[in-house]
């Protein structure tokens, strides 16, 4: 892993009005690492989110990209420097196929025309090389299950070659064999050298996938954890605030249970 951080957040901070919605926020995300970013509702995980993806800009700090400092004003400015994000509504056209979705809005042209061929042959490549597999890329994406749509909603955004990529609750809602294929592609992100950041509330996923856990905890820092060294329990008590919590609570009863035994 690089020394120098491809993503960093120095001091962020960002409020709407009267509300103090981020204070003194800094994170780093390196080149083939999952960091899971986590936090209870309010935390201030989706602003965060997009002030790195450039939908709100920060009123104070800074943001640095390879190391230099960078200016994210609109999506657009995180797009040219190589960040990508794949919200929950995944934002697929049911009614368009594959390769279609894969290339909405970045179609490849011959001559003015668009060149099927040569789309479809640079959605297969991509498709093989992150190993996801579905019946065609012609198929119509409303024929797809959860798990594939997830899955097409992220190789799309890598069509154009992002460094990082921001993951919004990927496997909310899906089954677990679906969860395991979206958590797979996830581990191929990491394999081929971008930088992910996972936001979510499964801790499986975390422990499954994420190399560190940030925790936000009312739009402040409230630690960085390698997920690997830390228990489930210290997570929680991060996110919560508190030592004394349902996890605890319920793993203090068991220890009981056990000693009484």
Known sequence: ????????LRGVSKRFGAVQALTDVDLEIHA?????LLGDN???????????????PI??????????????ARPNDAQELGIATVYQDLALCDNLDVVANLFLGTELRRASVLDEIAMEKRA??????????????????????????????????????????????????????QTAQVLDLVERLRENGHGVI????????VRAVADRAAILRLGRNN?????????????????????DNAVTRRQARTATKEDAK
Do not use: C, Y
Not at 133 to 160: F, H, K, N, T, Y
């Open 1 to 8: 892993m690089s020394a120098t951080p491809v993503l960093a």
């Open 32 to 36: 083939g690492e999952v960091v899971a």
């Open 42 to 56: 309010g935390a201030g995980k989706s602003t965060l989110v997009k002030t790195i993806s450039g939908v709100h």
């Open 59 to 72: 009123d104070e700090g800074a943001i640095e990209w390879e190391g230099r400092p960078v200016r994210v």
């Open 124 to 177: 297969k490549e991509l498709l093989d090389t992150l190993s996801i597999r579905i019946p065609s890329v012609r198929i119509p994406v409303a024929s797809l299950s959860g798990g594939q749509r997830q899955v097409v909603a992220i190789a799309r955004a890598l069509i154009g070659a992002p460094k990082v990529v921001i993951l919004d609750e990927p496997t909310a809602a899906l089954g677990v064999e």
């Open 198 to 205: 996972l936001i979510t509330h499964n801790m499986a996923d």
């Open 223 to 243: 630690g960085v954890f390698s997920v690997k060294d830390t228990s489930h329990e210290e997570i929680i008590a991060a996110i919560t605030g508190a030592t």
